[in-house]
């Protein structure tokens, strides 16, 4: 199944590796990941992802952990 999630994050260097890693621990899979710059406030970025999950279980604890990483501000399931 196929869901977007879309993440506001710090700026920071290793906040994508971050959340690759939490993907790849629980075997979800990426089909399609595009991050870009705030255009209105400085070291903010936009994450969407298209990641292929199991079913909406395995998204709702993904957002959840996701919500904990530092330099995540906000997350959400836009499906």
Same mark, same amino acid.
């Not at 199944?1 to 879309?6: A, D, G, K, S, Y």
């Not at 710090?10 to 399609?32: C, D, F, P, Q």
């Not at 969407?48 to 957002?63: G, I, K, P």
């Given at each position: 199944?196929?869901?977007?999630? %879309?993440a506001t994050v710090?700026?920071? #260097?290793?906040?994508?590796?971050?959340?690759? +890693?939490?993907? +790849?621990? #629980?075997? /979800?899979? /990426? *089909? #399609?990941l595009h991050m870009?710059?705030? !255009?209105?406030?400085? !070291? /903010?970025?936009?994450?969407?992802? &298209?990641?292929?999950? *199991?079913? *909406?279980?395995?998204? +709702?604890?993904? %957002?959840?952990?996701?919500?904990? &990483?530092?330099?995540? /501000?906000? %997350? +959400?399931?836009?499906?």
């Open positions: 199944m196929l869901r977007t999630i %879309v710090s700026s920071g #260097s290793n906040v994508l590796i971050r959340m690759t +890693a939490l993907m +790849a621990k #629980s075997a /979800i899979r /990426i *089909e #399609s870009q710059r705030s !255009n209105t406030q400085e !070291n /903010i970025s936009r994450i969407s992802m &298209l990641v292929d999950v *199991e079913n *909406e279980r395995q998204t +709702a604890r993904y %957002v959840n952990q996701l919500d904990r &990483l530092v330099d995540v /501000i906000s %997350v +959400a399931d836009m499906t």
